[in-house]
Structures are given as structure tokens and as C-alpha cells.
């Protein structure tokens, strides 16, 4: 027979084996896809189903730290500075067609997933798939990939002008010679020949912020409130062969005046519509749609980084304090320096083409 004393003890034991683990903010995974935080204990996003990062030691291969300056928990000397380092760049349209035990063999290289590697193949671009501290480590793991067929190039950090902000577009005027771009800032108007656009850049900017407020007590701090709050913007970066920095077109803030009697009702629709215009009118552009698919491979180079703000204690009654906890991730900046690089790849293409 049981007493009334153990069996509450044990219905204690039960409640807290059933009751879910709960994990502090800095141990939860964000999903390269979303940007939400998932618990650490899962495999695949919570909201969207992508793979999430890998943040044990899994891999047993040679660790692609020693060439790799940005891999997660082995960042080290410049390359700790996204703005530094040298990036390894896979050349466009490979004439080598990886194997399944090279694709392995390259996936395991890179700290990459096996489909991820597959991914950069099937677009047939320049992608950028490591970044290093070093010329030397850039270069070593660059002459790896050459020996095992694949072309690739190292290419410096320095020349991406991330110092000169992306001229943010409201309007677009068309002509059959050309375009007009009306500015943000000041209204200002930037006109262009059509076949001096040489570069598109589709994506899409996240933004995940994560407020908890909790609520100082007796020396204690206790949860109040958490509060999620998640944008999604799909933008457009233009770019000539005259201009070092580019135009970008956000959805939520673009005139569509311009398609005329093909404007639609929602802004997706007319997103689509406006890049299918500027592709067919532009006689030299290049539409480059991948950075979606590519973003968990762009994260082996750019790894994206929450930023946490604490507020000050406030008093909200007798021995009562509050404080609120702000932790933002975006992808802003991973998407800048992809598409700063893609454009300087561009123009190294159109150069060697002659």
C-alpha cells in the first residue's frame, strides 16, 4: 500500500518527466531558413521543416577550420570580421560532375550537408562556399578542391565596398533605351542603359525579434512575458557595369506604377512580374534567383549572429523591478556581402569573356 505522502511525490515524478524541457534563449538553434529559434534537442525546424545547424562534433573528417576563418566555434584572427578575409568561390557551370562518394568527400570538406553541396552544382553559378582568415588557408582548401576536379578560385574580401551603402529605389521609369531609377533619398533620378545592367539579385531580408521581459523578486529574476515578432521582405538588388555599389528594390516600399496594365493586386505577383520585365528588356543581365535555396551553404561563410539588448531595471512597484531583453537576428548582412560578391564575380566573368 501506498501513503498519501509517496504517491503525491511519485504523481510529482510523473508531471515533471511529461512536462517538456525548456532551454534559455542563448542555447536555442536558429533555422537558416526562418530565422525562428528552435530547442537545441531538434533536428528540424519547428515552423518551416529545414534542417537545422549542426552544432555538436559530428563530423569526424579533417576539420575545414585550419581553411575555414568562419565556421561555427572556430572562428579565429581577421576572418572574425565578416568584412575580412578570403573567400574560396566555386567556378560557374562545373564541367566535372561530382560522384556520390566525391560529393561526400567534398560535403565533409566544407562541413557542409551532402544535398547542400548538390544544391551549388545544380545552379551552376559562382558561389561562395568558405571563407578564411588567410590568403594561405583560403588557398589550401581551394587546391583541395582542385585535385579533386572541382574549379574553384580564391578571391579577397577587400573590393566589396561595404563601406558605400545599397541606393534604396522607390520608382522605376522605362524607355525603350533604357530605365530611371527614382530614388529613396531626395527624390534623385539615376538613368541607365539597358544593356548596362549586367546583374539581378532576388532575395528576401528576415528579421526574427525575441523580447522577454522578466521581473526582479526577492533577488530573483522571473519570466513575465515573451513576445515573437518575425518579418519577411523580398527585395531586388540592381546592378550596372558603371557602379561599384548597387540599387535595391524592397517589395514594401516600391512604386509598380511601372508595369502598367500588368500591375496585379499583391506585391508577390508584382515582384515576379517586374524581375520577368527587367530580364526580358536587359540584353547582357544575369537574373540570379538562388540565394533562397543557397542560404544554408552562404552560412558556412557568413554565419548569421543574434545581437542581444538589455534594457535597465526599472521599478514597477514595492521591491517589484522589470527588465526587458531584446535579441534580434537578420539576414541583412549576409545578403549585402553575397550580393556585393556576386556582382564583383560578374564583372570577373564579362572581363574574362573579354
Same mark, same amino acid.
Given at each position: 500500500?501506498?501513503?498519501?505522502?509517496?504517491?503525491?511525490?511519485?504523481e510529482?515524478?510523473?508531471?515533471?518527466?511529461?512536462?517538456?524541457?525548456?532551454?534559455?534563449?542563448?542555447?536555442?538553434?536558429?533555422?537558416?531558413?526562418?530565422?525562428?529559434a528552435?530547442?537545441?534537442?531538434?533536428?528540424?525546424c519547428?515552423?518551416?521543416?529545414?534542417?537545422l545547424?549542426?552544432?555538436?562534433?559530428?563530423?569526424? &573528417? $579533417?576539420p575545414?577550420?585550419?581553411? *575555414?576563418? =568562419?565556421?561555427?566555434?572556430?572562428?579565429?584572427?581577421?576572418?572574425? #570580421? +565578416?568584412? /575580412?578575409?578570403?573567400?574560396?568561390?566555386?567556378?560557374?557551370?562545373?564541367?566535372?560532375?561530382? &560522384? $556520390?562518394?566525391?560529393?561526400?568527400? *567534398?560535403? =565533409?570538406?566544407?562541413?557542409?550537408?551532402?544535398?547542400?553541396?548538390? #544544391? +551549388?552544382? /545544380?545552379?551552376?553559378?559562382?558561389?561562395?562556399?568558405?571563407?578564411?582568415?588567410?590568403a594561405?588557408?583560403?588557398?589550401?582548401?581551394?587546391?583541395?578542391?582542385?585535385?579533386?576536379?572541382i574549379?574553384?578560385?580564391?578571391?579577397?574580401?577587400?573590393?566589396?565596398?561595404?563601406?558605400?551603402?545599397?541606393?534604396?529605389?522607390?520608382?522605376?521609369?522605362?524607355?525603350?533605351?533604357?530605365?530611371?531609377?527614382?530614388?529613396?533619398?531626395?527624390?534623385?533620378?539615376?538613368?541607365?542603359?539597358?544593356?548596362?545592367?549586367?546583374?539581378?539579385?532576388?532575395?528576401?531580408?528576415?528579421?526574427?525579434?525575441?523580447?522577454?521581459?522578466?521581473?526582479?523578486?526577492?533577488?530573483?529574476?522571473?519570466?513575465?512575458?515573451?513576445?515573437?515578432?518575425?518579418?519577411?521582405?523580398?527585395?531586388?538588388?540592381?546592378?550596372?557595369?558603371?557602379?561599384?555599389?548597387?540599387?535595391?528594390?524592397?517589395?514594401?516600399?516600391?512604386?509598380?506604377?511601372?508595369?502598367?496594365s500588368?500591375?496585379?493586386?499583391?506585391?508577390?505577383?508584382?515582384?515576379?512580374?517586374?524581375?520577368?520585365l527587367?530580364?526580358?528588356?536587359?540584353?547582357?543581365v544575369?537574373?540570379?534567383?538562388?540565394?533562397?535555396?543557397?542560404?544554408?551553404?552562404l552560412?558556412?561563410?557568413?554565419?548569421?549572429?543574434?545581437?542581444?539588448?538589455?534594457?535597465?531595471?526599472r521599478?514597477?512597484?514595492?521591491?517589484?523591478?522589470?527588465?526587458?531583453?531584446?535579441?534580434?537576428?537578420?539576414?541583412?548582412?549576409?545578403?549585402?556581402?553575397?550580393?556585393r560578391?556576386?556582382?564583383?564575380?560578374?564583372?570577373?566573368?564579362?572581363?574574362d569573356r573579354?
Amino acid at each position: 500500500m501506498i501513503d498519501s505522502d509517496t504517491s503525491a511525490s511519485l504523481e510529482s515524478d510523473v508531471a515533471s518527466e511529461a512536462r517538456p524541457p525548456s532551454f534559455a534563449l542563448a542555447e536555442m538553434i536558429t533555422c537558416d531558413g526562418c530565422l525562428r529559434a528552435n530547442p537545441p534537442t531538434r533536428a528540424h525546424c519547428l515552423y518551416c521543416g529545414a534542417d537545422l545547424p549542426v552544432t555538436g562534433n559530428e563530423q569526424d &573528417s $579533417e576539420p575545414a577550420a585550419e581553411a *575555414i576563418g =568562419s565556421t561555427a566555434g572556430s572562428t579565429a584572427g581577421p576572418a572574425a #570580421n +565578416v568584412s /575580412d578575409g578570403y573567400y574560396t568561390v566555386l567556378a560557374p557551370n562545373q564541367t566535372n560532375i561530382p &560522384s $556520390e562518394s566525391s560529393l561526400s568527400e *567534398i560535403a =565533409s570538406l566544407l562541413h557542409l550537408k551532402i544535398p547542400e553541396v548538390q #544544391n +551549388v552544382f /545544380d545552379e551552376g553559378r559562382s558561389v561562395p562556399v568558405a571563407r578564411a582568415a588567410t590568403a594561405e588557408q583560403a588557398a589550401k582548401l581551394t587546391n583541395k578542391l582542385q585535385a579533386m576536379g572541382i574549379e574553384a578560385r580564391t578571391f579577397s574580401a577587400e573590393g566589396l565596398d561595404l563601406d558605400i551603402p545599397t541606393r534604396k529605389v522607390r520608382a522605376l521609369e522605362l524607355s525603350e533605351d533604357g530605365f530611371t531609377r527614382v530614388l529613396v533619398s531626395g527624390g534623385g533620378k539615376v538613368s541607365t542603359a539597358w544593356d548596362d545592367l549586367v546583374l539581378i539579385i532576388a532575395g528576401r531580408l528576415l528579421v526574427n525579434r525575441v523580447e522577454v521581459e522578466e521581473r526582479r523578486r526577492r533577488g530573483r529574476p522571473e519570466p513575465l512575458d515573451t513576445r515573437h515578432l518575425f518579418s519577411d521582405e523580398s527585395v531586388l538588388d540592381l546592378y550596372t557595369k558603371s557602379d561599384d555599389a548597387g540599387y535595391r528594390i524592397s517589395s514594401s516600399s516600391f512604386d509598380f506604377s511601372c508595369l502598367g496594365s500588368v500591375k496585379a493586386m499583391t506585391a508577390f505577383e508584382n515582384f515576379t512580374a517586374l524581375l520577368n520585365l527587367l530580364g526580358a528588356r536587359a540584353p547582357n543581365v544575369e537574373v540570379d534567383a538562388s540565394y533562397v535555396n543557397l542560404r544554408p551553404v552562404l552560412a558556412n561563410v557568413w554565419p548569421l549572429e543574434p545581437q542581444t539588448r538589455k534594457g535597465e531595471w526599472r521599478r514597477s512597484g514595492a521591491g517589484k523591478y522589470d527588465i526587458a531583453t531584446v535579441t534580434t537576428t537578420d539576414n541583412e548582412a549576409q545578403f549585402n556581402r553575397y550580393s556585393r560578391l556576386r556582382h564583383r564575380l560578374r564583372l570577373r566573368e564579362l572581363e574574362d569573356r573579354g
